[in-house]
């Protein structure tokens, strides 16, 4: 196993403190009953929509494949989080082990890295149903969207693994004490006692690839999507088009916005007291409100929730 590896500059280490929102304790019991509901919630939505996009004979559409795999990346991420969070916020047990760091940092990579690419096959798959409306059964055929979908979890598996094992190769000699709700890549680097110019340099670079990449190929999808929507003379096809791309896009600009306020930074300008309530937006936030914007303004889920409703 791939963790093996990863110990052997800290055989003697046997784990970490996570301070979570220890500098609020009279919130501690607030936080923990708003963090437990957002958590259901959030759950319960995906495992609906997921199942709705899987029965609902209406939502048989490359569009509704891709939204159920992104619900399920959600899930995973969801419990990757939240129940340590939610551990550290209720009990005086605030340690993780040092393997089970490393783990939860594996699967937090994985599945955010993973997003990344699965935003970006959303918008190339909305650019060809609007930029290429004849041929796109032919292009977003089970075969291409199975292919986009396994790419996505290739490329956050790949980042993962590297990341994790350069991050947790690191000798930790100082404070075990992660100043954090969950093992993230900058409050783990900040307790390494070696020179990690280079780790921030690799970290950097993935963050680059991942981020900025598969933004770029997010905004070249919706430019060309924009750029065909000027040119319908259609106001109706223009408005119907608009429509069906205003949820991916304020779903991007949630994630891709949060996401790059907290890694495209120098280790030296982290503040991890703010820090903390970012990460909220992309690991608590986030995952609540998607479900709704993807399907409050989809008048196809809308009349699949019905049909269900009906059939109950």
């Given at each position: 196993m791939f963790l093996d590896v990863i110990v052997r500059?800290?055989?003697?280490?046997?784990g970490f403190?996570?301070?979570?929102?220890?500098?609020?304790?009279?919130?501690?019991?607030?936080l923990f009953v708003?963090?437990?509901c957002i958590f259901k919630i959030s759950l319960a939505a995906h495992m609906f929509l997921i199942?709705?996009?899987?029965?609902?004979?209406?939502l048989q559409t490359p569009m509704y494949f891709f939204l159920a795999n992104f619900s399920l990346m959600e899930i995973c991420y969801i419990l990757t989080i939240d129940p340590k969070m939610l551990q550290v916020l209720l009990s005086?047990?605030?340690t993780i082990s040092f393997y089970g760091c490393a783990t939860q940092m594996f699967m937090f990579l994985l599945f955010a890295g993973s997003e990344c690419f699965m935003l970006a096959a959303m918008g190339y798959d909305r650019?060809?149903?609007?930029c290429n409306p004849l041929l796109y059964n032919i292009l977003m055929d089970k075969v291409m969207?199975?292919?986009?979908?396994c790419g996505s979890w290739f490329i956050g598996a790949i980042v993962a693994i590297v990341q994790t094992i350069l991050m947790f190769s690191l000798p930790f000699c100082r404070s075990h004490i992660i100043n954090h709700f969950y093992c993230d890549v900058p409050p783990v680097l900040a307790l390494a006692c070696a020179d990690t110019h280079i780790h921030e340099i690799t970290t950097m670079f993935f963050t680059l690839a991942v981020i900025v990449g598969s933004f770029i190929l997010t905004v070249i999808s919706y430019s060309l999507i924009i750029w065909t929507i000027f040119k319908t003379h259609s106001a109706s096809v223009r408005k119907k088009a608009f429509s069906t791309c205003t949820s991916h896009i304020l779903v991007v600009t949630m994630f891709y916005g949060?996401?790059?306020?907290?890694?495209?930074?120098?280790?030296?300008?982290?503040?991890?007291?703010e820090d903390k309530f970012i990460s909220l937006m992309y690991t608590v936030i986030a995952p609540l409100l998607n479900p709704f914007i993807y399907s409050l303004r989809n008048n196809d889920v809308i009349s699949a929730v019905r049909r269900c409703k009906n059939a109950l």
């Open positions: 500059n800290n055989h003697t280490m046997t403190i996570l301070v979570g929102f220890s500098e609020v304790p009279e919130l501690r019991y607030i708003v963090f437990l199942f709705l996009y899987r029965f609902s004979p209406n005086q047990q605030k650019y060809n149903a609007i969207c199975t292919q986009l979908i949060s996401g790059s306020v907290m890694y495209l930074r120098p280790k030296s300008s982290y503040g991890m007291g």
